[in-house]
């Protein structure tokens, strides 16, 4: 079945870009039109990144959208996300996800990956 | 942006008891043309991603046991846990998904009593 597996550095430098890539296993990213990053920082609630289709289209939270930006890459079959300029604040375990066929709800979540920022 | 706000924050409740979680947001999240409430439950369980449990409100995902149940429409919805059993210890939260950006309530831990 599908399943879905995050990646990327688990420190990132104040200032810095955190990059992650979420990698679609057991079947196409075609299969799916949107895909999603949701975070969590530690010991609080689920925050919403975005959103992308896999033709490209994004959407963003306006609280993040102007630090966001989210990318599909059929060839390895993987979407990722890049968030620059990062603080302490942006510390938190990133979650990808895919997007429910006909919902905008999430049925299918990879494990997650720490990411921290800090010097 | 749709504000959720869940109520209570925390409960515990005995196993074998009901768990009542609501969920109100600060718009309707009703689309009038299809009639369907754009709201979803999911719960979290300690070091694992959140699990969805219903969809539309009320349609349980398939796998999900019948104890769950998704109730109410516009901007009050309630989340009910028949008979609790203790693999059902975990964080829920309810979603909206009738507009971005896509809001989460604060989350709710039930525990057994």
């Known amino acids: 079945q599908v399943q879905l597996q995050e990646s990327g550095p688990g420190l990132v430098k104040p200032s810095g870009t955190l990059s992650l890539t979420c990698a679609v296993s057991?079947?196409?990213?075609?299969?799916?039109?949107?895909w999603t990053w949701v975070r969590q920082a530690p010991g609080k609630g689920l925050e919403w990144i975005g959103e992308?289709?896999?033709?490209?289209?994004?959407n963003y939270s306006p609280s993040l959208k102007s630090r966001v930006t989210m990318s599909v890459d059929k060839s390895k079959n993987q979407f990722s996300l890049k968030l620059i300029s990062v603080t302490a604040a942006d510390t938190a375990v990133y979650y990808c996800?895919?997007?429910?066929?006909?919902?905008?709800?999430?049925?299918?979540w990879g494990q997650g990956t720490l990411v921290t920022v800090s010097s | 942006d749709i504000v959720m706000t869940q109520s209570p924050d925390s409960l515990a409740v005995s196993l074998g008891e009901r768990a009542t979680i609501n969920c109100k947001s600060s718009q309707s999240v009703l689309y009038s043309s299809n009639k369907k409430n754009y709201l979803a439950w999911y719960h979290q369980k300690p070091g694992h991603p959140p699990r969805l449990l219903i969809s539309?409100?009320?349609t349980r995902e398939s796998g999900v046991p019948d104890r769950f149940s998704g109730s109410g429409s516009g901007t009050d919805f309630t989340l009910t846990i028949s008979s609790l059993q203790a693999e059902d210890v975990a964080v829920y939260y309810c979603q909206q998904y009738y507009s971005t950006p896509r809001t989460f309530g604060q989350g709710t831990k039930v525990e057994i009593k």
């Open positions: 057991g079947g196409s990213i075609s299969s799916n039109k949107w």
């Open positions: 539309w409100a009320s």
């Open positions: 996800a895919r997007v429910k066929v006909d919902t905008s709800c999430y049925d299918l």
């Open positions: 992308i289709y896999n033709g490209g289209d994004t």
